[in-house]
């Protein structure tokens, strides 16, 4: 294995070598450039030029400020990221994986530590949420990794596909529910959907846990902790639990998908659709400019997953350009820019980022008398984002009036509240052995059974194509029947 | 002046180096990984399990079993959808008729993804999608693969000497008669060729079965793919890609496609597609 990876990293490295130099023997500016090879997700950074809607292509901007040159390329899942790292190593300077693979890759010494200079004074160190930066230390990532975007898991929904759907949806289990029968869909992705199939059957649990911090018989932190022990357990018995569930949900819901969830939820194919809240954005706004329809998205009780997408510098790659890099984008306006052009949510905050963006995008814009009555009407709530804004969670210093229709909207996709994060679990990343067992109970969700009706219809085909064949063969007689007018029937003396 | 000389041989090469570089090494590589595994530094040693683990493996057999199925219906419906077509095509008296086959099969060559994405709009409208799964995976595969399936029968029903039938009809013969002893004995080649270029690849075309299925039902093309991206075990993907190939080989062996018959020179054209 190992020989054949590198005789084809070889290979590939001879190709890339043979055309690099051409096209250095082609240019012969005389001063070599410097380069950065960025991997990163499919349509995860703006790289696109528009005066009109105020977009700067980011990596041709980086380019023009530093005079280096940026080869990007993009992959579609962590997986595929990981392979190709592992077939060619070496060969990236920055890639953007997610939590749980940036575990697996610090876990196996992949990554390249950050200078102690740009962990604390770029432009980054000095931005990020105090919220994300916490979460980065605890799990030890923040020495070889920082953050890019994150989010929440849940469920956008058709509001109008049902009286009670807002209270349904507060539910990991509403998939079962007969009222949307082949009305819902979930993750073609086994990480994804194991979660949710865990915050189904262990709700119960999940539900007691709840009870016991909402009475303050937990710390927020001992909840949180005690969720994320549940949502990543991986021994035998709650696999199996996952793969009976998912079996039985499979029955009641329209499909599996990874991108075409959100544009059938704007097309209203579907009413529920289990995504991550950067699609819900998406998909909330393109309801709305498509044909002023609402689409909304709720995280249910109990349990959610936060995720992030992280830049980490694989070993052997440029840290000092990488760095460059990143303190590049990690400015307010190219974040605001960013995160508008993709619809996912940067994890750095700052002032300029809570005014321009939160304030300017969400803030109710009534006051004095009209608020008060709004705020009594309840159509204005006050939403708390100090935890992610303010060193201190509870400051209350980043609170602001938004409109009530904006919680389960635009605001609560990019923003979740205090109460949301606080239960919500971080992906862990699972040994091999759980991982190989819970790929087994997936293949196995995913496996279809043989209908009967295409084996009565095959059984009849095969039945009628052999009778059809013996009558050819030995029917002659019957088949042929009289013969035509003015001719008779001989027999034939050969045969 | 310099005059080349290219002998037989030389003129292979090129052909003989693609060959090599994009075919033969990557099968055999295939079958490298499909009966090997890998110790914890990653050597590759010599092993069966993957096999055993393939035919031991309830969902596996299951999946193999879900591409038969579509496969053997898809092949059928084809065939039933594209005789008649063909035959009127290539029996009409008309001059021009490669117009109208063109009429056919031009549409066809509109971007696969594309008519696809179109196929789901329109099944949405019917109020089949996410309700028949099977039933619009298998018209995906039908609308996809049907000119592989009029277009050998075509040219079979095309080359067929038209004194065979004028000679069944002076001897007596009904249409009937004449259809089941003449007509389609002399179109088997074309059959043959159309039904394995359809039944082959509706086993693994998963973007239909993806698209139109909603992702419920995995075949075995889906199978591999997982096996290579979420799965990271190459191992068990090339073997599931071995058990592709025998499989297109028995077909081939049954459906009688390495028969070198003199006498069916006549359908090369149509073994061709």
């Given at each position: 294995m190992r020989k054949i990876q590198r005789l084809l990293a070889l290979a590939g490295a001879a190709v890339i070598a043979l055309s690099s130099s051409l096209l250095f023997a082609a240019c012969a500016d005389g001063e070599e450039k410097q380069v950065l090879r960025i991997y990163n997700w499919e349509?995860?950074?703006?790289?696109e030029d528009d005066e009109e809607a105020g977009y700067v292509d980011l990596i041709a901007a980086f380019e023009e400020a530093y005079d280096c040159e940026v080869e990007y390329s993009t992959f579609g899942t962590n997986e595929n990221m990981y392979n190709e790292l592992k077939i060619n190593?070496?060969?990236?300077?920055l890639v953007c994986p997610s939590d749980y693979m940036i575990m697996k890759m610090i876990r196996e010494g992949m990554c390249e530590p950050f200078t102690e200079e740009f962990r604390t004074s770029s432009l980054y160190a000095q931005n990020v949420s105090p919220y994300i930066r916490g979460i980065f230390e605890e799990n030890g990532w923040d020495k070889y990794a920082i953050g890019y975007m994150w989010g929440t898991m849940g469920f956008m929904y058709?509001?109008?596909?049902?009286?009670?759907i807002a209270e349904d949806v507060?539910?990991?289990?509403?998939?079962?529910n007969e009222k949307y029968r082949k009305k819902s869909t979930l993750k073609d992705s086994v990480r994804d959907t194991y979660f949710y199939a865990l915050a189904c059957v262990y709700e119960e649990e999940l539900a007691a846990l709840a009870a016991e911090y909402e009475d303050g018989s937990l710390s927020e932190t001992e909840y949180n902790a005690a969720i994320t022990a549940v949502m990543n357990r991986t021994d035998e018995e709650t696999v199996e639990k996952a793969r009976v569930y998912l079996r039985e949900v499979k029955k009641n819901i329209y499909g599996f998908e990874v991108d075409s969830g959100k544009n059938d939820m704007v097309t209203g194919k579907i009413d529920i659709n289990f995504c991550w809240s950067g699609d819900a954005a998406y998909g909330i706004y393109e309801a709305g400019e498509e044909d002023g329809s609402t689409l909304a998205y709720s995280v249910p009780d109990y349990v959610s997953n936060i995720w992030f997408d992280g830049w980490v510098i694989p070993k052997g790659g440029n840290v000092d350009l990488a760095e460059k890099f990143l303190d590049f984008i990690s400015s307010p306006d190219y974040a605001m820019m960013n995160m508008d052009y993709i619809g996912y949510t940067s994890v750095l905050a700052g002032e300029e980022i809570y005014e321009n963006w939160v304030l300017d995008g969400y803030a109710a814009e009534e006051s004095g008398e009209e608020l008060q009555s709004l705020i009594d009407a309840g159509e204005i709530i006050e939403y708390d984002l100090s935890y992610f804004?303010?060193?201190?969670?509870?400051?209350?210093?980043y609170a602001f009036y938004a409109y009530?229709?904006?919680?389960?909207?635009m605001l609560g996709a990019q923003y979740p509240d205090n109460s949301v994060v606080a239960r919500c679990a971080v992906m862990q990343f699972f040994e091999e052995d759980a991982n190989n067992r819970i790929n087994m109970m997936w293949e196995d969700v995913k496996g279809a059974e043989i209908p009967i009706p295409a084996v009565i219809l095959i059984a009849v085909i095969l039945i009628a194509g052999g009778g059809v064949y013996l009558f050819t063969k030995y029917g002659n007689d019957w088949l042929r029947?009289?013969?035509?007018?003015g001719y008779e029937k001989v027999e034939n003396k050969d045969k | 002046m310099v005059r080349f000389h290219f002998s037989r041989k030389q003129l292979c090469i090129p052909y003989a180096v693609f060959l090599t570089l994009f075919v033969i090494i990557p099968m055999l590589l295939i079958l490298l990984y499909a009966f090997t595994g890998e110790d914890a530094e990653g050597n590759l040693f010599f092993s069966f399990s993957n096999f055993f683990n393939f035919f031991s493996s309830t969902s596996k057999l299951q999946t193999l079993g879900v591409s038969l199925t579509i496969a053997f219906i898809t092949t059928f419906f084809s065939l039933i959808i594209a005789y008649p077509v063909a035959y009127i095509l290539a029996r009409s008296?008309?001059?021009?008729?490669y117009v109208l086959l063109m009429l056919f099969i031009?549409?066809?060559?509109?971007n696969f993804v594309l008519r696809i994405t179109a196929l789901r709009e329109l099944l949405n409208i019917i109020g089949f999608l996410g309700n028949y799964d099977y039933v619009n995976t298998v018209i995906g595969m039908v609308y996809d693969f049907l000119p592989f399936m009029i277009l050998p029968l075509y040219n079979s029903l095309q080359k067929m000497d038209n004194s065979l039938l004028e000679a069944a009809n002076d001897l007596g013969a009904g249409p009937v008669h004449t259809f089941l002893h003449v007509t389609l004995p002399l179109s088997m080649p074309g059959i043959l060729s159309g039904v394995t270029m359809v039944f082959m690849p509706s086993m693994t075309n998963y973007v239909v079965s993806e698209t139109l299925g909603n992702s419920n039902i995995t075949i075995l093309g889906k199978m591999i793919e997982e096996y290579f991206s979420?799965?990271?075990d190459m191992h068990m993907g090339s073997l599931i890609s071995i058990i592709l190939l025998v499989i297109i080989f028995i077909t081939m062996l049954v459906s009688g496609g390495f028969k070198q018959n003199a006498d069916e020179s006549s359908a090369r054209g149509a073994n061709l597609w």
């Open positions: 349509d995860y950074i703006c790289n190593e070496g060969s990236y300077d058709n509001p109008e596909a049902g009286d009670t507060q539910s990991w289990r509403v998939l079962e804004f303010d060193d201190d969670p509870d400051s209350g210093a009530a229709s904006e919680k389960n909207g029947g009289k013969p035509k007018k | 008296g008309w001059k021009r008729t031009v549409p066809m060559w509109l979420t799965y990271d």
